[in-house]
C-alpha cells in the first residue's frame, strides 16, 4: 500500500482509507442511478397503462354514443313514416307485412305525391329498411327497383322488434290478422359488444297508424 508524503518530507500513514471510501462512493451512486432508472421506468409503464385505458374508455364511450344516435334517429323515421302509413297507389291495405322482425307498410315518405312501399326487416344483426317508388302507367311497385339501407347495427331482441296491438290495445299473436292492427310496439335492443362496457341499449315507441284508426271510427259509424 503506496505511503503518503507529509509537506515536510515524512512518510505519512497509507491513503487506503481515502482510497475505498472513493470506491465505495462510486459504488452508491451506480446503485443510486439503477434505482432510479427502475423507477422511472415503472412510472412510464404506469402512465402507458393508464394512457391505453383512457383510451380504451373513450372508444367505449364513443361507440355507445353512435349506436345511440343512429337508433335513435331510425327510430324517429320510423315513426314518422308509419303514423302516416295510408292505401298504396295500387289500392293496396296499408300495413302488407306484420311479423315481429318484419314490417312492410305503405307511406308518402318524401311528400310527393307518391305512395312509397316501404319496409324494415332484420337479417342477422341489423334492421334494413328496403323503399320502393311506384312507376309506370298504370302504378306498380317494381321489386327490383328497391333501394336498401341498413337503418340499425348490432340488434339483438331480432325476433321481437315489432309487437301488434288490435283496438282494445288487445296485442296479436301471429300469424297477424292486418285489418285488426291498430297499434304497433317497436324495439331496438342494441348491444355492440355484450362482454364489455356500456350496457345493452333499448329504445321503444308505440305508433297508432292514422289511416287506420280513421278506419275504424267509418267502420263503427256504418254500424250505427
Same mark, same amino acid.
Given at each position: 500500500?503506496?505511503?503518503?508524503?507529509?509537506?515536510?518530507?515524512?512518510?505519512?500513514?497509507?491513503?487506503?482509507?481515502?482510497?475505498?471510501?472513493?470506491?465505495?462512493t462510486q459504488?452508491?451512486?451506480?446503485?443510486?442511478?439503477?434505482?432510479?432508472?427502475?423507477?422511472?421506468?415503472?412510472?412510464?409503464?404506469?402512465?402507458g397503462?393508464?394512457?391505453?385505458?383512457?383510451?380504451?374508455?373513450n372508444?367505449?364511450?364513443?361507440?355507445?354514443?353512435?349506436?345511440?344516435?343512429?337508433?335513435?334517429?331510425?327510430?324517429?323515421?320510423?315513426?314518422?313514416?308509419?303514423?302516416?302509413?295510408?292505401?298504396?297507389?295500387?289500392?293496396?291495405?296499408?300495413?302488407?307485412?306484420?311479423?315481429?322482425s318484419?314490417l312492410?307498410?305503405?307511406?308518402?315518405?318524401?311528400?310527393?305525391?307518391?305512395?312509397?312501399?316501404?319496409r324494415?326487416?332484420?337479417?342477422? $344483426?341489423? !334492421?334494413?329498411?328496403?323503399?320502393?317508388?311506384? *312507376?309506370?302507367?298504370?302504378?306498380?311497385?317494381?321489386?327490383? /327497383? @328497391?333501394? %336498401?339501407t341498413?337503418?340499425? $347495427?348490432? !340488434?339483438?331482441?331480432?325476433?321481437?322488434?315489432? *309487437?301488434?296491438?288490435?283496438?282494445?290495445?288487445?296485442?296479436? /299473436? @301471429?300469424? %297477424?290478422?292486418?285489418?285488426?292492427?291498430r297499434?304497433?310496439?317497436?324495439?331496438?335492443?342494441?348491444?355492440?359488444?355484450?362482454?364489455?362496457?356500456?350496457?345493452?341499449?333499448?329504445?321503444?315507441?308505440?305508433v297508432?297508424?292514422?289511416?287506420?284508426?280513421?278506419?275504424?271510427?267509418?267502420?263503427?259509424?256504418?254500424?250505427?
Open positions: 500500500m503506496p505511503w503518503a508524503p507529509l509537506p515536510s518530507g515524512k512518510i505519512g500513514k497509507p491513503r487506503y482509507n481515502q482510497i475505498n471510501m472513493h470506491q465505495k459504488g452508491f451512486g451506480l446503485l443510486e442511478l439503477l434505482v432510479s432508472l427502475s423507477i422511472f421506468v415503472g412510472i412510464l409503464w404506469l402512465l397503462n393508464f394512457q391505453v385505458n383512457v383510451f380504451s374508455q372508444n367505449f364511450i364513443g361507440s355507445g354514443l353512435n349506436a345511440e344516435f343512429e337508433t335513435r334517429t331510425s327510430l324517429k323515421k320510423l315513426i314518422a313514416e308509419l303514423r302516416a302509413a295510408v292505401i298504396s297507389d295500387t289500392g293496396t291495405y296499408p300495413i302488407a307485412l306484420a311479423t315481429g318484419a312492410t307498410f305503405y307511406s308518402d315518405r318524401d311528400g310527393d305525391g307518391l305512395v312509397e312501399q316501404i324494415f326487416y332484420v337479417s342477422g $344483426n341489423k !334492421i334494413y329498411k328496403g323503399v320502393i317508388k311506384p *312507376t309506370g302507367a298504370p302504378l306498380s311497385y317494381v321489386a327490383g /327497383n @328497391e333501394k %336498401i341498413t337503418e340499425v $347495427n348490432f !340488434i339483438t331482441n331480432s325476433t321481437t322488434v315489432f *309487437t301488434y296491438f288490435d283496438a282494445n290495445t288487445a296485442q296479436l /299473436n @301471429e300469424p %297477424i290478422n292486418l285489418p285488426e292492427v297499434l304497433i310496439k317497436i324495439t331496438y335492443t342494441v348491444d355492440e359488444n355484450a362482454s364489455r362496457p356500456p350496457a345493452p341499449l333499448t329504445l321503444s315507441a308505440q297508432s297508424v292514422r289511416s287506420l284508426k280513421f278506419q275504424q271510427w267509418r267502420i263503427y259509424a256504418a254500424i250505427l
